[in-house]
C-alpha cells in the first residue's frame, strides 16, 4: 500500500505483486490491525480476538495506525499456504465490535483454508484476465462468484474460453484458456 484510500477517487495507491511461496509447510497467517483517529485498543482487542481464536497456527501480528483525514479500521489476513499467498479483510463498522471483527474475519479464513483452493473467491475473477493473456492455466477456488463467471464470459466475448468443474461443495477448479491474438 503506498497511499491509503479509495483509489478510483484519487484518495489511495496500491501495488500488487505476485509471487509463488515456496515454503509447504504450515499454514502461516501475517495478521495486520490498521487503523485511523479511533482508539488504539481497538487494534490490540482485534488482535488479541483473533491470536486467542487461531492458537494452532503461526501468526505474525502488526499493529498499524496511520493518519488519515476520516476514521476506521481494517483488519487483514495474508495467508501462505500451498506456495500460495492470499489476502482477506474485514473493514470495522459502526456498532461492530473489535471482537466481532476480528471473529468474522477468522471465519472467513477457516472457510478459506478448510477448502484447499489455490485462490480466495475475491482473487479468482481477477486471475481469469492475465492467464488468458499469458497462454492460458487453471486454478482452483473455494466459491466461484458472479464477477468470476461475468469475467469469463468476457474472456469468450473475446476469443479465450473459462470452464469450471466443481470438485467439493466449497472448491472449484477454473481452467482458462489463452485469447488468439
Known amino acids: 500500500m503506498d497511499r491509503y484510500g479509495v483509489p478510483t477517487l484519487g484518495c489511495g495507491k496500491n501495488k500488487a505483486c505476485v509471487f509463488e511461496n515456496n515454503d509447504d509447510k504450515d499454514i502461516n497467517i501475517k495478521l495486520q490491525a490498521v487503523s485511523s483517529n479511533i482508539p488504539k485498543s481497538i487494534n490490540f482487542r482485534e488482535i488479541e480476538t483473533f491470536r486467542h481464536l487461531a492458537k494452532n497456527i503461526d501468526l505474525n501480528t502488526e499493529d498499524k495506525r496511520i493518519n488519515t483525514l476520516g476514521q476506521g479500521n481494517v483488519l487483514i489476513a495474508t495467508i501462505a499456504n500451498q506456495g500460495y499467498s492470499n489476502v482477506l479483510m ?92
Open 90 to 181: 474485514q473493514l470495522g463498522e459502526h456498532k461492530l465490535s473489535a471482537e466481532q471483527v476480528a471473529e468474522k474475519l477468522y471465519r472467513r479464513c477457516c472457510e478459506f483454508m478448510e477448502s484447499g483452493a489455490q485462490a480466495s473467491e475475491y482473487l479468482a475473477d481477477q486471475l481469469m484476465l492475465p492467464l488468458a493473456l499469458c497462454g492460458g492455466g487453471e486454478f482452483t477456488t473455494n466459491e466461484l462468484t458472479l464477477h468470476a463467471k461475468t469475467n469469463g464470459d468476457v474472456i469468450k466475448l473475446f476469443g479465450g474460453d473459462v470452464k469450471y468443474t466443481k470438485l467439493k461443495a466449497n472448491l472449484w477448479k477454473v481452467f482458462v484458456s489463452p485469447i488468439a491474438c
